[in-house]
T-cell receptor, first 116, second 116 residues
């Protein structure tokens, strides 16, 4: 079946550095991908909608200059957390919508970011 | 506005018991999708079911069954003869149809603990 892969699955970084997380659709094309954030023991909150070839659409309260999203191809979206701080530590999950047919949605495995 | 309510924060059962996880949703759309996902401790989201708003038939998949009732805006999930491996956080989610499909609104999740 269709697979969405996220990399890295875990990352630890120092405060002030930038971290890039990749989301790839492995066997289908995705014109639209979604980035979610999940704090410990909480629900998933949509951060932004990533559209291939155009700017991402950010949810209210999400800093677009801090969470840079690039969707340069039909199979890859990247989320860059710039100048990371400890409060950015979270579980980030992407999902990709299959551009064909029903537009079925698939989630990546998630990336756990820890900022020291 | 769209909203998903999972009133049960945590449920604990003994193996082989049946358990029902409640989900109530709010939406003004006439066409929408409802989902259930399982999130084990490892963090990845495991897709369980997607149901569109026009299909009110109940569904059974092995030990899992879902009861969709538009009259009460509920989409409840029942696990029959629960097993320890069912222990996880379960999320109910809602999305619009069409272009916005994939932008999921998640409930806060229900943590299910199945004890041997």
């Amino acid at each position: 079946g269709a697979v969405v892969s996220q990399h890295p699955s875990r990352v630890i970084c120092k405060s002030g550095t930038s971290v890039k997380i990749e989301c790839r659709s492995l066997d289908f094309q995705a014109t639209t991908m979604f980035w979610y954030r999940q704090f410990p023991k909480q629900s998933l909150m949509l951060m932004a909608t990533s559209n291939e070839g155009s700017k991402a659409t950010y949810e209210q309260g999400v800093e677009k200059d801090k969470f840079l999203i690039n969707h340069a191809s039909l199979t890859l979206s990247t989320l860059t957390v710039t100048s990371a701080h400890p409060e950015d530590s979270s579980f980030y999950i992407c999902s990709a919508r299959d551009s064909r047919g029903t537009g079925e949605l698939f989630f990546g495995e998630g990336s756990r970011l820890t900022v020291l | 506005a769209q909203k998903v309510t999972q009133a049960q924060t945590e449920i604990s059962v003994v193996e082989k018991e049946d358990v029902t996880l409640d989900c109530v949703y709010e939406t003004r759309d006439t066409t929408y999708y409802l989902f259930w996902y399982k999130q084990p401790p490892s963090g990845e989201l495991v897709f369980l079911i997607r149901r569109n708003s026009f299909d009110e038939q109940n569904e059974i998949s092995g030990r899992y069954s879902w009861n969709f009732q538009k009259s009460t805006s509920s989409f409840n999930f029942t696990i029959t003869a629960s097993q320890v491996v069912d222990s996880a956080v379960y999320f109910c989610a809602l999305s619009e149809a069409g272009r916005s499909q994939g932008n999921l609104i998640f409930g806060k999740g229900t943590k299910l603990s199945v004890k041997p």
